[in-house]
């Protein structure tokens, strides 16, 4: 009964175009909603929050959009970098204090 | 300015022994999260404490683990008689009061436990 999917494993974006990481919730209790990156052997860093007062949040190159109707956020990174390439968490939480995490979702950006 | 501690990096424990891990939180922090990650899933919320208390403990198992956060000293995840299924990365994360549904936890490099 996983309450946060992410049902990309993996993708793969070219250096230079968009990457959009997808993440959809099941608990319509939710309200709160970060994004994390994780590089292999170290902690996840945050990248980004949203809240469900907003359906959008931008900093930088990286923009979280948020449907509450339909139970899914996403993430755009753009334009994409090698550097981006790593494992991307979406997490999700109704107090905004423990969160519930996805599986996450491999992204490799090809030079 | 240190980020979240945690030791050892790596534990290796032998099947019916105790484990201990520590953290301590950036300073300034007040609230300790614990999160378990086993290999290809996502982490998993275990605890929660600020100092000399537990808040949701909801997601640690019954038996054999506990969690403490002492007035001073590192958090510490115990767990007893280890199994091979407790094989996995333990996480630590902390925030100072009312942040982590704005600017997130800042999570430790974590400690990974293998029992052998």
């Known amino acids: 009964d996983q309450q946060v999917k992410q049902n990309s494993p993996s993708l793969s974006v070219q250096e230079g175009r968009i990457s959009i990481l997808n993440c959809d919730y099941t608990n319509s209790m939710f309200d709160y909603f970060l994004w994390y990156k994780k590089y292999p052997a170290e902690g996840p860093t945050f990248l980004i929050s949203i809240s469900s007062i907003k359906d959008k949040n931008e900093d930088g190159r990286f923009t979280v959009f948020l449907n509450k109707s339909a139970k899914h956020l996403s993430l755009h990174i753009v334009p994409s970098q090698p550097g981006d390439s790593a494992v991307y968490f979406c997490a999700a939480s109704a107090s905004g204090q423990n969160f519930v995490f996805g599986p996450g979702t491999r992204l490799s950006v090809l030079p | 300015n240190a980020g979240v501690m945690q030791n050892p990096r790596h534990l290796v424990r032998r099947r019916g022994q105790e484990a201990r891990l520590r953290c301590s939180p950036m300073k300034g922090h007040s609230h300790v999260y614990w999160y378990r990650q086993l290999p290809e899933e996502g982490l998993k919320f275990m605890v929660y404490l600020q100092k000399e208390n537990i808040i949701d403990e909801s997601g640690m198992p019954k038996e054999r683990f506990s969690a403490e956060f002492p007035k001073e000293g590192p958090s510490i995840l115990r767990i007893q008689q280890v199994v091979r299924g407790d094989s996995a990365a333990y996480f630590c994360?902390?925030?100072?009061?009312?942040?982590?549904?704005?600017?997130?936890?800042?999570f430790g490099s974590g400690t990974r436990l293998t029992v052998v």
């Open positions: 994360a902390s925030s100072p009061l009312n942040s982590p549904s704005d600017y997130g936890y800042t």
